[in-house]
Every structure is written in C-alpha cells, then in structure tokens.
C-alpha cells in the first residue's frame, strides 16, 4: 500500500522545538511539527507516497507560503529570546516540504473553520475526498480546531469501510507541555494516537459480535493489531477457539459424542476450550495489545455464557444430564438474540429430537434412530392430535381432545416394524427401540407434540425460501421462534427438567 501523510497547518506562529518520540531516540528539530512526523513516518520516501496539508484561509496566509515577519510577530519573538536576523524571512511549509520531499507529490486542500454544521460537513468531505482507495493514512492533527480529531476518526473509520484503507498512525505534537532542557531547546512529546483507532475498531468489532454473533472482524483485528508474547499463546487460542465456537454455530455442528474432541465439529467442545483458555489468559493479567480490550474480551464472554448451561431431569429418582439438549437450547437462545431465525429453527427442531433421545435413554449419534424414530413418531402423534381437533372443530364441538394413545402405539409400532431399515436390526436391539418407543408415546405430554409439528412447519417455511401460497413474514418468523422456545423451555420444567446456569 501506498503510504498518505495527511496533517492540518494551523495559524500559529510555529518556532522552532525539538519533536521526539517517546521510546524510540527519534528527535527532530523544527518548526512545523509536521515536519517531525514526516520525518519519523517516512524517513525514505518511495514512489506513490503522498502528503495533503489541509489549510484554512488564515492559516494559508500565515503559514503556508515563505514571507516577511510581521512587526508584532518580531516582538513576540524576541520575548521569546528567538527574534530573527535583520532581513531573515518566516519560512513556510510548503517549501520545507518541497525542499526535503521533491519527488512526494505534496497538495494543498482548502477547508472550512467548522463555524457551523455545514462547514463541519464540507471539511468532512475535504477529508475524505483527499483519500484514495486502499492506501496507508498517517494522519497529524496537532494544530486542527478541536473539532479536527473527531472529524478525523470519524472520516478514517468512514474510508476503512468504503475505500479499504489501513492507519498507519495518528499523531499529535504536545507543544504546550513541552519541557525546556539543558541544552536551551523546548523538548516536545510526538504521541501516536493509533490506539483509539484501534480501540474504536475493537467496540465496532465486539458490538458486531454480539448483535450478529460474527467473529470474523475479530479474528481480522487480533491479527493485524495484537502481536501476543510467546507466553500469551493462551490469548491467541482463545481467539481461535471463539471462532470454532461461532462456526460451529453457524454450520449447526450441535452433537457432542462421548469422545469427541474435535472443537471443530461440537459446539459445546468448541465453547469449553474457549472458556478454558480464557480464564487462563484472564490469569495471566497481562494486557492483550496497547488497547484496553479485556473489558470488551469480557463482555462477549458474557455473551457466549448460555452455553456454560447444563440440564437435567430427574426421572426414576435419578438425575440423568441432557448435555446436547442444553447444548441446543443455547444454541437457540443464542439465534434469537442474533436474529438468525432459519439457524434458530433448525436448533430448536433437532433439540427436542436430541431431548426425547436422552430422556428415553436412546442413541442421539444415530440418524435413523433421531429421524425415522423419534422424528417420525412424534409427527405422527402430531398429526393425529392436528386431525382430531380439525374434526372437532368441523363438527363445532368443544373440549379436549382426547386420543387413545394405546391405540396410536399399536398403528406406529407396526410401521416402524414394517420399516426396511429397522427390519435390518438384531432382534434385542429392536426390541428395546419398541419399548422405547411405546414409553415416549405414553409419556409424551401433548403440549410438546403440538408445538413439534408447530416447529417443524416454520422450519419447511424458512427451507423453501418463501415460495408457498401464504408465506409467514419475516417478523412473525422471528416471534413465532421465540414464543416456542420459551413454551418448550416451560414444557420441559415441567417434566422435571432443572436448569443450572
């Protein structure tokens, strides 16, 4: 990238101190404290580089171009000890400049003194006008009007996102708490100021996290702003494991087998190495970069706390954890509060599959035993509540509906025995699945059959893109999640299910 020094010329009268960086041995006599940035920032210059000195009407006339010292300016001077020889002429910028920048296209762009909002709006354009696409800004702002710093942010942040550009350093000279030493010269703190571009980029990148649950500006900003010491790696695994979580979220990756290990493959998996890592670099104490990031590391550690969540019912007298079925009820916490309505619907699907699998003891690894089972079964029994209540309401009758459900077990225990699938079963396996079977259609509780089907049809909604007779809105889509997610939450307390968080 092309490197673009741009700075601000005041209407100061600017005399000469000598401009060093704290840190570094860098130190520059002169006048312009532009000058001392240039000099720091580009020691050699190369072809494209550029440099816009942003001017008023004033500061033009006063500093810009060589001329004669005015008769007060001579006086202030002189107090100061510094008075010019007889004939000496007040030096612009524009020539030290050109003098040790010949070859660096260098432009001159008027601007505004920010009186009112419209010349606050057109210096803005000026700024941002004078950017090129995909160049390196260094940006001075020592002797802007006070407004200068925000207007810069603002503009750079502005042209990260529409022109791709990258910060290479924001400076500001502190000339008035300069200090005079021993050698009769006022010493003066150049200061970076590219740590609150950093920090405003890391709010941006947090916040979008946890509105939109995307790890992906994070993962970029870690990269190109934090260079971790080799006894931070736990900060760097961390990250990576943030996004493992995230991916997997976002790729509905919610099974975890008793030996699975793989963070790539497991939500919760991903999430335990996440919040291991974390509370190891949060031992650890030492700040991740030049930014204050830990308060924000801390708030999307909050964010991600649902999944910290373990269940369990409790069922003969004994507790049996439902560790997938925690697992996806915050994976559609998580959905909601993102807004991400079709992955919140397919998380809520399989988890109530995943709970009826871990309550009744069955395999949730098994695909077969999750769809052509229990998937099955219980749109059965959905559709044979949905039938019954049409017909009622057909016949304008009132009350409960009530089904034999010893009935319902014999008509769905003799299709799945005439499944080829299951025909292909030892004979103890099929007969334990039956068992199983007829325990789940008798314990079922009908509020969860009627919301299954409720979820399964918002789901075929969202999967078929909205090419139906009467698609649902975008908006209802989104209630209609969480009104079953909490109803179903409810449903499975009242089964006995406890949740610790």
Known sequence: MSRHFITVLGTSLYTDCIYEVEGTGFGYRTPFVQMAVLKYIMPVYAQGDRITVLLTEKSEEKNWYTREYTETERKQLAARKMEPAPGEQKTGLKDMMEKEYPDIQIENVRIKEGRNKAEIDEIFESIYGVIDPEETIYFDFTHGLRNLPMQALTVIHYAKALKKIQVGGMYYGAFELGEKKEDGWLHVNLLDMS??????????AAESFIKGGSSNQIKELYKETVKPRKEQQNTTKMMNHLCDLTNCLNTGRGKKGA????????????????????N?????????????LIRLLDHIREDVKPFAGKCYIVKDGKNIELENTATGMAAVQWAISKELTQQGFTALEETIKTYLCEVHNMSVESEYIRDGIVGRTVKFMARQYRDAKTKQKQQKEKGEVALDREAMKAERIAEIQKDSEFAKWKEKDQEFYLQKVKEMMSDIPEALVVRTLQVADQRNTLNHFGFQEHPTTYDKLQKNLEKLYQEIQEIMKQENVIWEN
């Open 195 to 204: 740590a609150c571009n950093t920090i405003l980029d890391w709010t941006s």
């Open 280 to 292: 190891k670099m949060r031992e650890d104490e030492r700040p991740i970069s030049e930014a204050p």
């Open 259 to 278: 030996t699975d290990t793989n963070e790539k493959k497991s939500i919760q998996i991903a999430y335990n190495k996440f919040d291991d890592f974390y």
